[in-house]
């Protein structure tokens, strides 16, 4: 697992914008696993930027997302379809064709059989980029002390995880509580993998991730000491408050 160490989270975003860049620069029909969360953000509006200004091309790429709330509209502006439309594809010369975010309505299991089906077709994401929870986890393949799930499935979210979720939501009982979310099995399926993480609530997280050797449930994102070509890519004040020194 590389671990990679910017100024600054602004720095952060925009290195890992130009891996994308670089990679759909070199293959055009890039497949990209895309994450929601608002710490990717300043690196869709990097891609945005880069789109705008041609040097970047995304008429032949296409995207699968990592999660969807369970019970939202597609439409719904807090679900994760509307927010990848307003945060990124909208705005970029994608074709909406070839991005799939999972259905949160419907019939879970062939929801679920659907998203792990666009995960490998044509193949598994060329990079798959990822945020992290406080409680380590990824997508929403949640902290479990015993067990985590390999195919894609319907998650309970923790209380923890619906208490962060809860800041985009006006209403308390808005919050979903449960998610369907790619499977730990297609997230390690990607050839690489990059996530990025900044933020005082995400310390300990990041910790059990760089710092220590253990792969455990109960921190989901430390499988990913497992992928060969996994970078973990933080800000210097993350950095420092974990106590890495590389
Ligand atoms: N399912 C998403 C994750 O993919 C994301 O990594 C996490 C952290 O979000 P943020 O980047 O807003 O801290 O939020 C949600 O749980």
Same mark, same amino acid.
């Not at 597609?74 to 070839?98: A, C, G, V, W």
């Not at 406080?134 to 998650?155: V, W």
């Not at 985009?168 to 979310?181: G, L, Q, S, W, Y």
């Given at each position: 697992?590389?671990?990679?160490?910017?100024?600054?989270?602004?720095?952060?975003?925009?290195?890992?914008?130009? /891996?994308?860049?670089?990679?759909?620069?070199?293959?055009?029909?890039?497949?990209?696993?895309?994450?929601?969360?608002?710490?990717?953000?300043?690196?869709?509006?990097?891609?945005?930027?880069?789109?705008?200004?041609?040097?970047?091309? $995304?008429?032949?790429?296409?995207?699968?997302?990592?999660?969807?709330?369970?019970?939202?509209?597609?439409?719904?502006? /807090?679900?994760?379809?509307?927010?990848?439309?307003?945060?990124? $594809?909208?705005?970029?010369?994608?074709?909406?064709?070839?991005?799939?975010?999972?259905?949160?309505?419907?019939?879970?299991?062939?929801?679920?059989?659907?998203?792990?089906?666009?995960?490998?077709?044509?193949?598994?994401?060329?990079? /798959?980029?990822?945020?992290?929870?406080?409680?380590?986890?990824?997508?929403?393949?949640?902290?479990?002390?015993?067990?985590?799930?390999?195919?894609?499935?319907?998650?309970?979210?923790?209380?923890?995880?619906? /208490?962060?979720?809860?800041? $985009? $939501?006006?209403?308390?009982?808005?919050?979903?509580?449960?998610?369907?979310?790619?499977?730990?099995?297609?997230?390690?399926?990607?050839?690489?993998?990059?996530?990025?993480?900044?933020?005082?609530?995400?310390?300990?997280?990041?910790?059990?991730?760089?710092?220590?050797?253990?792969?455990?449930?109960?921190?989901?994102?430390?499988?990913?000491?497992?992928?060969?070509?996994?970078?973990?890519?933080?800000?210097?004040?993350?950095?420092?408050?974990?106590?890495?020194?590389?």
């Amino acid at each position: 697992m590389n671990v990679i160490v910017t100024e600054s989270y602004e720095a952060s975003a925009a290195w890992v914008a130009d /891996q994308i860049c670089a990679l759909i620069a070199a293959k055009p029909d890039a497949k990209l696993g895309l994450a929601t969360g608002g710490t990717p953000v300043p690196v869709y509006r990097a891609l945005i930027e880069a789109c705008k200004e041609g040097r970047a091309d $995304f008429s032949a790429v296409r995207t699968v997302n990592l999660d969807e709330y369970w019970g939202l509209q597609p439409d719904n502006d /807090q679900s994760y379809r509307y927010f990848m439309d307003t945060n990124l $594809f909208d705005h970029i010369n994608i074709k909406k064709e070839n991005t799939y975010v999972a259905s949160g309505l419907g019939d879970p299991q062939a929801n679920c059989r659907a998203l792990d089906a666009a995960v490998l077709e044509g193949g598994a994401p060329d990079l /798959q980029l990822l945020g992290i929870g406080a409680n380590g986890h990824i997508a929403f393949n949640e902290a479990n002390p015993d067990r985590l799930i390999a195919p894609s499935h319907l998650e309970d979210l923790t209380p923890s995880t619906i /208490q962060a979720n809860s800041r $985009f $939501f006006d209403r308390p009982e808005d919050v979903p509580t449960k998610a369907i979310t790619m499977g730990m099995a297609g997230i390690m399926a990607a050839k690489s993998v990059v996530l990025l993480a900044t933020g005082a609530s995400k310390v300990e997280a990041i910790r059990g991730l760089v710092m220590e050797d253990a792969v455990t449930t109960s921190n989901p994102s430390t499988l990913l000491k497992l992928h060969p070509n996994a970078t973990v890519v933080i800000d210097r004040a993350l950095a420092d408050a974990v106590g890495y020194q590389g």
